[in-house]
């Protein structure tokens, strides 16, 4: 596991090669951008046309204000560029409103081991403000993000159908 820090007075956690902090209104464009980019959203529902992705982009900053742990910006250093996110939000199971984590880096940016990198981050959050369950929904047919979802601690649990869209939902126990 890669160490990080927290920064001070910014919600945001340091890594070696990232910084992950919560999301800003100055992130929108970028945002926007992603949600909108078939490469960006492969292994999701679908891409967003400028409208559902602005919703998208408000639930961030929503769910931030609420979450320490939200869906965040995953910034490389070296570049000061915006690669994906990671955190939490929430949806619904079996009619109760549950948290899932997840995560989505540009193109270019998997296969290094960054997800990875900001899950600890992001988990380190979450342990220090949540105990409970979180879950994450994994593509069946994304097996790379199955091995990152592993090494973050989450263990498969079944086979469901979450908004019309299948996926394998993992858990795992925040102590």
Same mark, same amino acid.
């Given at each position: 596991?890669?160490? =990080?820090?927290?920064?001070? &007075? =910014?919600?945001?956690?340091?890594?070696? $090669?990232?910084?992950?902090?919560?999301?800003? !209104?100055?992130? $929108?464009?970028?945002?926007? !951008?992603?949600?909108? +980019?078939? *490469?960006?959203?492969?292994?999701? /529902?679908?891409?967003? /046309?400028?409208? *559902?992705?602005?919703?998208?982009?408000?639930?961030?900053?929503?769910?931030?204000?609420?979450?320490?742990?939200?869906?965040?910006?995953? @910034?490389?250093?070296?570049?000061?560029? @915006?690669? %994906?996110? *990671? &955190?939490?939000? #929430?949806?619904?199971?079996? &009619?109760?409103? $549950?948290? !899932?984590?997840?995560?989505?880096?540009?193109?270019?940016?998997?296969?290094? &081991?960054?997800?990875?990198?900001?899950?600890?981050?992001?988990?380190?959050?979450?342990?220090?403000?949540?105990? %409970?369950?979180?879950?994450?929904?994994?593509?069946?047919? +994304?097996?790379? *993000?199955?091995?990152? @979802?592993?090494?973050? %601690?989450?263990?498969? #649990?079944?086979?469901?159908?979450?908004?019309?869209?299948?996926? +394998?939902?993992?858990?795992?126990?925040?102590?």
């Amino acid at each position: 596991m890669a160490h =990080s820090r927290s920064v001070p &007075g =910014s919600g945001g956690v340091l890594t070696e $090669r990232l910084l992950v902090r919560p999301p800003q !209104e100055d992130d $929108r464009a970028r945002f926007i !951008e992603l949600f909108c +980019n078939a *490469s960006f959203m492969e292994f999701s /529902d679908g891409v967003h /046309d400028p409208d *559902s992705a602005h919703a998208r982009f408000d639930t961030m900053l929503r769910t931030a204000a609420e979450l320490p742990f939200a869906k965040q910006p995953i @910034i490389e250093r070296a570049t000061q560029t @915006i690669v %994906g996110y *990671s &955190g939490a939000a #929430w949806f619904d199971l079996d &009619g109760a409103r $549950r948290l !899932e984590y997840g995560y989505r880096l540009v193109p270019e940016a998997r296969g290094r &081991g960054l997800a990875t990198e900001a899950g600890h981050a992001v988990l380190t959050l979450a342990t220090a403000a949540f105990r %409970g369950e979180l879950f994450a929904m994994i593509d069946p047919a +994304n097996t790379a *993000s199955q091995g990152v @979802i592993g090494k973050l %601690g989450f263990t498969f #649990w079944k086979q469901a159908e979450i908004d019309d869209y299948l996926v +394998n939902l993992y858990r795992r126990a925040v102590p």
